[in-house]
């Protein structure tokens, strides 16, 4: 058995418990659950698009050679500046980071793609302005590039 | 038709769309390469995606932001500074949807630390872990979750001192 068939086995679990205990509850949560899935299929299916471009056209070598382990401390801060101007939504760093990893790419680079494609955000940068001023925004950032940089090496020193 | 035109997210696949087919159109082996990668990945995610989406939704509707706000308060305190570095790790969503949670955090007195730790463990991530662990392995998935309570607190404490501190400051200079 797959791994995602046994979570899609709580998934529906967890809902027929949450039916049992309140009807209405349950179907906004379906509701909000199809709306997850119509705003994210898409953008998935795009991305994994670009990861099928980075197969045909980009070698192995490539990869390896901006993002692998020889690269070190270099690789891992392109793959936080790829990551901070990915307009990527969460779920599709997981697959694209994988797929990085499997061609050559090293886990402290994945790591700092990670990191930084989720919290970083160009997209985001005008609302948190707007929100929180411009020495959070700013300070925020930075620090969240300089920490998973730090965060990425750690984690290339254990998992290597 | 015109409402699916409207739509944002279907411009990612008309544009995804089109890009493999002129792909296919200046090499067809090239092109053969794009949409097998796409249909291989898409059936590796789709069952993970589907329950996910189902953990999330079922989290929305049973833990009403209300609640959070209520639960961190101003996370201030050891408690308040734990919980804000642990606690959002387990919420799903985009930082557009977190933001608007955070100013309300916020307007009821949350430090400038608080927040800023809540937005870096909110990254953990956790209800995508089925997804984090089908691509980069158990490891790297649980290695990372547990990291992030380390890069929130670092990140509180951090920006306390330097956002906070001048504000004070001031204040104690008048």
């Known amino acids: ?160 | 038709m015109s409402k699916i035109f409207k739509n944002d997210t279907f411009w990612f696949l008309f544009l995804g769309f089109v890009i493999t087919l002129v792909v296919y159109i200046l090499n067809a082996e090239k092109g053969m390469i794009v949409a097998k990668t796409v249909y291989s990945t898409f059936f590796e995610v789709l069952d993970i995606i589907v329950a996910v989406s189902i953990f999330i939704g079922l989290f929305q509707v049973w833990v009403k932001p209300q609640t959070i706000v209520k639960l961190l308060g101003k996370g201030s305190g050891i408690k308040g500074f734990i919980l804000v570095c642990t606690f959002p790790i387990l919420m799903g969503g985009s930082l557009f949807t977190v933001f608007p949670l955070l100013k309300a955090l916020k307007e009821k007195g949350a430090r400038t630390g608080a927040i800023a730790s809540f937005i870096t463990a909110w990254g953990g991530k956790a209800p995508l872990l089925p997804l984090e662990t089908q691509f980069l392995g158990w490891p790297f998935a649980l290695l990372r979750l547990s990291l992030v309570v380390l890069f929130a607190f670092v990140m509180g404490i951090l920006m306390d001192w330097v956002v906070e501190k001048p504000v004070e400051a001031n204040v104690n200079k008048r």
């Open chain 1, 1 to 160: 058995m797959r791994a995602g068939q046994i979570y899609l086995l709580v998934a529906f679990g967890l809902m027929a418990i949450s039916y049992f205990k309140e009807k209405q509850r349950t179907r906004d949560a379906l509701k909000a659950t199809f709306k997850i899935l119509y705003t994210i299929m898409p953008v998935l299916i795009f991305v994994f698009v670009l990861m099928g471009l980075i197969q045909a056209y980009v070698s192995r070598e490539t990869i390896a050679s901006i993002l692998g382990q020889k690269n070190g401390a270099l690789g891992i801060i392109y793959a936080e500046l790829i990551g901070s101007i990915a307009l990527f939504l969460p779920p599709a760093v997981f697959p694209f980071g994988g797929y990085l990893h499997n061609n050559g790419a090293s886990y402290g680079s994945i790591a700092g793609f990670v990191f930084t494609a989720i919290l970083i955000g160009v997209t985001t940068l005008p609302l948190e302005f707007k929100l929180f001023g411009k020495r959070f925004t700013i300070a925020r950032n930075i620090f969240t590039f300089v920490l998973a940089f730090f965060i990425a090496l750690l984690m290339e020193e254990i998992l290597r």
